[in-house]
């Protein structure tokens, strides 16, 4: 069945694209949900005639994902898990932990949907690939650590500044 998509789909396409799903999938799922309407020769006659407004929505859209990537890009956030022996997890990191965590340190809201992680499960720092709008893609760093590991990392950071600062102070 051809719908003409109401908002973005991910792995489909975007507002306004004429796509071909299986009937079961529009009747049962993107119909009732208002993702989708049907694809008439009606419904697809005023497609054109958004088309423009459309095309505003999209380059606003992309230009707030490009914001946001430039806002992420690159950050480092701490996640605390129980750790065991030889620096193995107890568990793994999920998004869900990396998204609470970004909130709570950053300041910054991410969809735990967004965040593409491969699975985590020993101590150290771990990319991880969120993705904002269709091919935008941002990378942070997630950071796994116990409390103890986080406090003798900052310590050897503040000592190391120190040195830092000392060898400044001499020359």
Not at 64 to 91: S, W
Not at 100 to 126: M, T
């Amino acid at each position: 069945m051809k719908v003409i998509l109401q908002s973005e789909l991910r792995g489909k396409g975007g507002e306004g694209d004429v796509i071909d799903v299986a009937d079961g999938y529009a009747n049962n799922f993107l119909l009732p949900q208002r993702i989708a309407i049907k694809a008439t020769p009606g419904n697809l006659k005023q497609l054109e005639q958004k088309r423009k407004n459309i095309a505003k929505r999209e380059a606003v859209r992309v230009t707030d994902a490009e914001k946001f990537k430039e806002t992420i890009e690159g950050k480092v956030v701490r996640v605390l898990a129980k750790i065991g022996d030889e620096g193995q997890l107890f568990g793994s990191v999920t998004a869900a932990q990396v998204a609470d965590a970004a909130l709570e340190q950053l300041g910054i809201e991410i969809d735990r949907k967004r965040i593409e992680l491969k699975p985590i499960k020993v101590v150290g720092v771990h990319p991880a690939t969120v993705s904002l709008y269709r091919q935008i893609a941002a990378t942070i760093y997630v950071d796994v650590n116990d409390a103890a590991g986080f406090a003798a990392a900052d310590a050897a950071a503040k000592a190391e500044a120190e040195e830092v600062a000392e060898a400044e102070e001499e020359a």
